[in-house]
């Protein structure tokens, strides 16, 4: 019986455990959680979502007050199109974030960034620009293109010096969105290094509507593998969401996917950001706690715990501090509808929007929940303490428990 183990994932001469940790914003996949998965010879990722307030957490800076001050004049204005990024902070608040994680890092694993191309920060082209070429300038192994089409965003950097010499991968979810990719960079004669295929199960936003259960991530993949066969396109194929044991991934690895990407087992590690009360609540779920649902601003639907405090939270917009989820005329759907209420209930003291949430505001403070399908499982791969809590696992123990279990075991901590 075949273990992850007997597999690798390569990268011209380089060859890697076949297990990729995917990034979850804002923070949750930390530095020092990619850091593990590099040291024990698979793939971590780091993400860049609101990155100045990262780098203000971690390195004491102050890149969000120093905006907030900006722009505070505009705080009680529902017309944000004023409000923008300073490019050269934002360059700073990376180089901080992926310069200290490439600066610690050991083994022969590698880190990648996590861009998701619908944090459109009021400028998309610009602010997107800039954060690949910091993170390029800053060392990082490899990018991550998600959330988001990206059908532009190779071309931002192709005049990068790192440009063929990073790693550069994309997330889809369907066959179709890889072909637009390749289609529309074909031009610059360079193919994504790997396509993560993300299929309906998975954590954070989602590629697919409403709909989502009709869709078969075994499938998707299925489909685009025969694609590029058929095209003699050699990339690596990665699937992702809901590979919750070893066995699952080998299961992919043997129909010739090149690695797996997961990540809801790493949200109940110790080295996960999420905050130690809130990886009890993602241990305690059970699966109707679970929900898909449309409050996301970015308009794509979003996998969460229905108790998440972010759900119906009607806080002022605070994209005067944040901002990052502002189109490129500065209109957030969650101003739009919170805009709606203020109308609707003049005088108020609390307001409820149902319809859309402040995505930075609760991303940033460990308010929105986001799961993956499988959550529910959390508690079976752990054990429950005498204070009725259960035990957090560290990296290594779910990481090896992917490398090495054979027949859907989870090996429990010790
Ligand atoms: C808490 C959480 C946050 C996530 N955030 C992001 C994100 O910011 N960007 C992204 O591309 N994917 C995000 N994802 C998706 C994961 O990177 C990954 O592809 C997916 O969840 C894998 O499926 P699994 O969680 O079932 O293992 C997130 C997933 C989780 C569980």
Same mark, same amino acid.
């Given at each position: ?62 890149? $969000? ?37 490439? *600066? ?10 996590? =861009? ?6 009021? *400028? ?77 199960? *998975? ?33 690596? $194929? ?21 690695? @797996?990407? @997961? ?79 203020? $109308? ?26 986001? =799961? ?43």
């Amino acid at each position: 019986m075949k273990r992850v183990d007997d597999f690798r994932l390569r990268f011209g001469t380089r060859e890697l455990v076949p297990i990729i940790v995917g990034g979850m914003g804002v923070d949750i996949s930390t530095a020092e959680l990619a850091l593990e998965a590099a040291r024990l010879g698979g793939i971590g990722h780091i993400s860049d979502a609101m990155v100045p307030t990262v780098s203000d957490r971690r390195f004491k800076t102050h890149f $969000v007050k120093e905006k907030l001050k900006t722009y505070k004049y505009n705080v009680a204005s529902a017309d944000k199109s004023d409000v923008q990024f300073d490019l050269g902070r934002l360059a700073e608040a990376t180089h901080n974030h992926v310069g200290r994680t490439m *600066a610690a890092k050991r083994g022969n694993g590698l880190i990648f960034v996590n =861009c998701m191309e619908k944090l459109t920060m009021n *400028a998309p082209r610009d602010t997107l620009r800039v954060r690949l070429s910091a993170a390029l300038d800053a060392g990082i192994d490899g990018i991550t293109l998600s959330a988001g089409l990206h059908l532009g965003s190779f071309a931002l950097i192709e005049d990068h010096p790192r440009f063929r010499d990073a790693k550069l991968g994309i997330i889809v979810s369907s066959l179709r969105a890889l072909q637009l990719f390749l289609r529309k960079t074909a031009r610059l004669g360079r193919l994504p290094d790997y396509v993560i295929v993300e299929g309906p199960l *998975a954590g954070g936003h989602l590629g697919f509507g409403m709909d989502w259960v009709n869709y078969d991530l075994r499938l998707i993949t299925a489909e685009i593998q025969q694609y590029l066969t058929t095209e003699k396109l050699d990339i690596p $194929v990665i699937p992702a969401g809901g590979i919750f044991t070893g066995s699952d991934a080998v299961a992919f690895l043997e129909t010739g996917a090149a690695a @797996v990407q @997961v990540a809801t087992r790493f949200t109940v590690a110790k080295e996960c950001g999420l905050p130690a009360e809130v990886q009890q609540e993602y241990f305690k779920a059970s699966e109707s706690d679970i929900e898909v649902n449309t409050i996301s601003p970015t308009g794509y639907p979003m996998r969460m715990l229905k108790s998440s405090p972010a759900i119906g939270a009607g806080i002022r917009p605070n994209c005067e501090a944040y901002g990052y989820l502002l189109d490129g005329s500065g209109n957030c759907a969650y101003v739009t509808a919170y805009n709606r209420e203020v $109308v609707l209930h003049p005088d108020a003291k609390k307001l409820v929007v149902i319809e859309k949430t402040c995505l930075c505001t609760h991303m940033r403070n460990f308010d929105c929940w986001t =799961c993956g399908h499988y959550t529910y499982r959390l508690k079976d791969t752990t054990r429950r303490l005498t204070n009725g809590n259960y035990q957090v696992l560290s990296a290594e123990h779910i990481f090896r428990d992917y490398q090495f279990s054979t027949d859907h075991t989870i090996a429990l901590p010790a």
